[in-house]
């Protein structure tokens, strides 16, 4: 069974940083996409970034792109979320997701493992 375990939120003024991170276990890390999503409240779950099981090929939604890097370790089975330039729209509960083998997805659907979600808080 795969496990997806987050760190790394927190309450941030605007304009600061924070990194997430995710530990995952139960299959080889190395061969599935990775990604991270996330859910304000009221709102359905929203794609972030994505990274291939590689580390080669990067996604980004237009929200976050040019402020997030999203980067893997595969030797740490971790993957993370460099957050830069935050903004109080940026404020949700991020989940780290594990994708199917050697697909890499922009959509909910196509991840099926789940981390329990870490809380972003965005102050302004």
């Known amino acids: 069974q795969v496990q997806l375990v987050e760190s790394g939120g927190g309450l941030v003024q605007a304009g600061g940083s924070l990194r997430l991170s995710c530990v995952a276990s139960g299959r080889t890390f190395s061969d599935y996409p990775m990604a991270w999503f996330r859910q304000a409240p009221g709102k359905e779950r929203e794609f972030v970034s994505a990274i291939s099981w590689s580390g080669s090929r990067l996604y980004y939604s237009d929200s976050v792109k040019g402020r997030f890097t999203i980067s893997r370790d595969n030797a740490k089975n971790t993957v993370y979320l460099q957050m830069n330039s935050l903004k109080p729209e940026d404020t949700a509960v991020y989940y780290c997701?594990?994708?199917?083998?050697?697909?890499?997805?922009?959509?909910?659907?196509?991840?099926?493992?789940w981390g329990q979600g870490t809380q972003v808080t965005v102050s302004s």
């Open positions: 997701a594990a994708g199917r083998w050697r697909t890499l997805a922009t959509i909910t659907g196509q991840y099926d493992y």
